[in-house]
């Protein structure tokens, strides 16, 4: 199947403090893992992604981890800053080309 | 290089009619999809188009087509349009066919009344 599910939908965090977003895919064909920020009334930025020959990437305050066993991928934003409140997608390509989004979190960082 | 464009920005429509959104690919890009953007969805995928073939198609009703120009611009057409079409439009494209980086436009925001 087709399918891709992210959790928590809401997350609300202090600045300074960790955030993490999780998400589980359903075909096992799939070799990309993107992840996109969208802020309000803009358009899905992608701010990492991992491919399936490694298990971890960070850019700065961000890191991936991606476990193909278990089907599972996750965002780690350190040191969050009011700047980080947005919209967090995960996705996933499935077999025949498709990129297939999880539902998205909506992070809020209080100052 | 330019961003993915799209036209119009914003576009108020009555139920019943019909509409048609572009999206202009970053130069040198062959594939374009398109995606349907509301509060309680999320972004679920219409199709794609690579090299004017429509290579992909998600679990969306016949009236929503698309076509792509050999310019690798594509178009996005929904005929008779309900209320819960209302919603954003993004395209985003890719320079192959593979599984890589995608870049999305501003969007289209469509309301039917």
């Known amino acids: 199947g087709e399918n891709v599910e992210q959790h928590p939908s809401t997350l609300s965090v202090q600045e300074g403090d960790s955030a993490v977003i999780k998400c589980t895919y359903s075909?096992?064909?799939?070799?990309?893992f993107p992840w996109y920020k969208q802020e309000l009334g803009k358009r899905p930025q992608l701010i990492i992604d991992i491919r399936s020959n490694v298990g971890e990437k960070k850019d700065q305050r961000i890191a991936v981890t991606l476990n193909k066993t278990a089907k599972h991928f996750s965002l780690h934003i350190t040191e969050t800053q009011p700047e980080d409140s947005a919209v967090y997608f995960c996705?996933?390509?499935?077999?025949?080309?498709?990129?297939?989004f999880g539902q998205g979190t909506e992070l809020s960082v209080k100052p | 290089k330019a961003g993915v464009t799209q036209t119009p920005r914003y576009l108020i429509k009555t139920r019943g009619q019909q509409v048609t959104l572009s999206c202009s690919p970053i130069s040198g890009h062959r594939s374009v999809s398109w995606y349907q953007q509301t509060p309680g969805q999320g972004l679920q995928f219409l199709f794609e188009y690579f090299s004017e073939t429509q290579r992909n198609k998600g679990n969306f009703p016949g009236r929503f087509s698309g076509r792509q120009f050999s310019n690798s611009r594509s178009e996005m057409n929904v005929s008779t349009l309900e209320l819960g079409d209302s919603a954003l439009y993004l395209c985003?494209?890719?320079?192959?066919?593979?599984?890589?980086?995608?870049?999305f436009g501003p969007g289209t925001r469509l309301l039917v009344l």
């Open positions: 075909d096992s064909a799939s070799n990309y």
């Open positions: 996705a996933a390509w499935v077999q025949g080309g498709k990129l297939i």
């Open positions: 985003a494209t890719k320079s192959g066919g593979g599984q890589e980086t995608q870049y």
